[in-house]
């Protein structure tokens, strides 16, 4: 059967790198050559002629109104016509975009942010602070029923100052606001658009940025153009970026060999190291903030005792898991956020070993094992991913049945639980991106006392008082040193709590022709073309 099979090259695999002592991570797919791999074989190097280039995505578009957005797959695109206060550079790093320059007072309730001006819609509609009083309004409106209102859920009021002077009251203290505002979900349209389409916006795209809407038909294309009024002088250096969701993993790598595509993303890992380096084609490979990660439900036997989840932690060989279920492209995860985001601290790691493992689940009570259940979604992927820490548990004499879900049924039996007491869940495998690049989105809303489904994410329904604690003292301050002690400690004691075996941190992988410049993945893995050109 496929599961002992894997099990047992999963084995191999283990025992492999038990006796070279050697690292799992495969740093970028650009060193791995020309040799091998059929995939490039028959496919010529492909040349480009114009400034019109398609991108081949994993996945259709959702929606066009940054509001309302909650996939980084259509920020990715929304990002090519749309602009916010301020955003993030290529490590994450927050710069101002259209304010000029913004401030916050000691206690994190006031922002003030001053304009950038001469800068107009792509409808001709000016940018000015009631503009983006009309967004920011917009956004914190409850009744709105926006999905990424809970961002500016504790917005009070905005005020406009002057005609380029913007303050944005909030309700209590907040010190992550900034990388809120940083979020694409803050993107700025076109007051005149949201006035004239309402929430239709999504199918109407209006914005500062420098491409502007061509035409959208979900399950095929979305087209965008060159803003030729863009108050970047000297950009766009493309005329034109056509979309194409291509699900299919091999087709999406045939249309980039035969150019049909420019680039595309992701790069399936399987595949990675066979197509890079031939006929002009790259794949870049760099560390993101998503985590993966095995919670525990800390409510439950035997997971209420802090030697169990340790001894799990020691059971699972994360550099085997990188090797055999993210194929090299990932590394290990060394807090519960990583290292590319805001006021990551990092942590002794649990380094892999049998022994220790088997003593602290004696010391707990199960020098036998026991047997539970892991929950996860149903892709392949993920499959792969439980069955290996089936194999790695199994060692321990922890017996795991794995539980693959579709959505809907995962998304009623985890999200849909309202008394944490009847929750069924003891073991889940899931993933998180904090698209704030701040800690508080990669903490509260998966570690927090306050947080527990269906609200949020915290499966494990881990509650530390401390933690909580230090979680709002990190909120009370926009003091970035104040702000970093308190995540510092925070981390430490969550480590060592250890509610999750905290698993790795992806790599983002795309490919592209060599022709084209510029274009790349942020941390979060969302796009950004913003300075792409054609290069031959």
């Known amino acids: 059967m496929k599961k002992s099979l894997f ?15 050697c690292s799992s991570k495969s740093t970028n797919a650009g060193s791995t050559g020309t040799g091998g791999g059929s995939s490039g074989s028959s496919a010529k190097k492909v040349t480009k002629n114009n400034k019109d280039i398609t991108i081949g995505v994993s996945d259709n578009f959702v929606s066009l109104d940054p509001h309302d957005t909650n996939d980084t797959l259509s920020f990715s695109a929304e990002k090519t016509m749309y602009e916010g206060l301020v955003g993030f550079d290529k490590d994450m790093k927050i710069v101002p975009v259209l304010a000029k320059s913004y401030s916050a007072n000691a206690n994190a309730t006031e922002f003030t942010f ?12 000016p940018f000015n602070a009631e503009a983006v009083k009309a967004n920011i309004d917009r956004l914190a409106d409850p009744n709105s029923k926006l999905k990424r209102h809970s961002l500016f859920a504790m ?52 914005g500062t940025g420098p491409y502007k809407f061509a035409e959208w038909v979900p399950g095929d294309h979305l087209k965008v153009v060159k803003n030729p009024d863009y108050w970047q002088k000297g950009k766009p250096k493309l005329d034109s970026i056509t979309f194409k969701p291509t699900p299919e993993d091999g087709s999406r790598i045939a249309m980039l060999q035969t150019g049909e595509a420019d680039m595309i993303y992701p790069v399936p890992t399987e595949q990675a190291k066979s197509v890079n380096g031939k006929n002009g084609i790259s794949v870049v490979a760099k560390p993101s903030i998503i985590v993966r990660y095995l919670s525990m439900n800390v409510n ?37 956020i990583a290292p590319n985001t805001q006021f990551y601290s990092e942590q002794q790691p649990y380094t892999f070993n049998l022994a220790k ?31 290996f820490i089936q194999q790695q548990l199994a060692q321990v004499n922890i017996k795991v049945n794995v539980v ?19 929750a069924q869940i003891e073991m889940y495998y899931g993933g998180w991106s904090p698209s704030t690049g701040d800690a508080d989105w990669g903490i509260r809303p998966l570690l927090s006392g306050d947080s527990f ?84």
């Not at 199960?366 to 979604?377: D, R």
């Open 155 to 206: 917005v009070k009021e905005t005020k406009v100052v002057d005609d380029y002077t913007v303050k944005v009251i909030l309700s209590q203290p907040f010190g992550a606001m900034i990388n809120n505002f940083a979020h694409p979900a803050a993107m700025m349209i076109s007051p005149t658009a949201l006035k004239k389409y309402g929430n239709d916006i999504a199918k109407h795209p209006v």
């Open 357 to 387: 493992a088997k003593e602290l689940l004696k010391e707990a009570g199960y020098p036998n094992g026991f047997t539970t259940t892991l929950w996860g979604s149903n892709t392949s992927a993920s499959t792969k991913a439980m069955e």
């Open 300 to 336: 439950k036997k035997p997971f209420n005792n802090v030697k169990v989840r340790q001894a799990i932690n020691y059971a699972i060989n994360k550099d085997a898991f990188i090797k055999v279920v993210m194929n090299g492209y990932a590394d290990p995860m060394k807090s519960v």
């Open 114 to 125: 001053k304009l950038k001006k001469g800068i107009k819609f792509q409808d001709g509609t």
């Open 453 to 536: 489904p269906p609200s949020s994410y915290n499966t494990a329904y881990y509650k530390n008082d401390q933690v909580d604690s230090l979680i709002q003292d990190a909120l009370k301050t926009a003091d970035p040193t104040k702000r970093k002690a308190a995540y510092d400690q925070m981390q430490k004691i969550i480590w060592n709590d250890a509610p999750w075996a905290a698993l790795d941190v992806d790599d983002t992988i795309y490919a592209t022709h060599d022709y084209l410049k510029g274009a790349y993945l942020l941390p979060d893995g969302s796009l950004d073309v913003t300075n792409a050109e054609i290069q031959q």
């Open 404 to 422: 693959p879900m579709e959505s809907g049924t995962m998304s009623d039996k985890i999200w849909g639980v309202q008394d944490p007491k009847k």
């Open 7 to 21: 099990g047992l090259m999963a084995i191999l695999l283990v025992l492999m790198l038990a006796l070279a002592g």
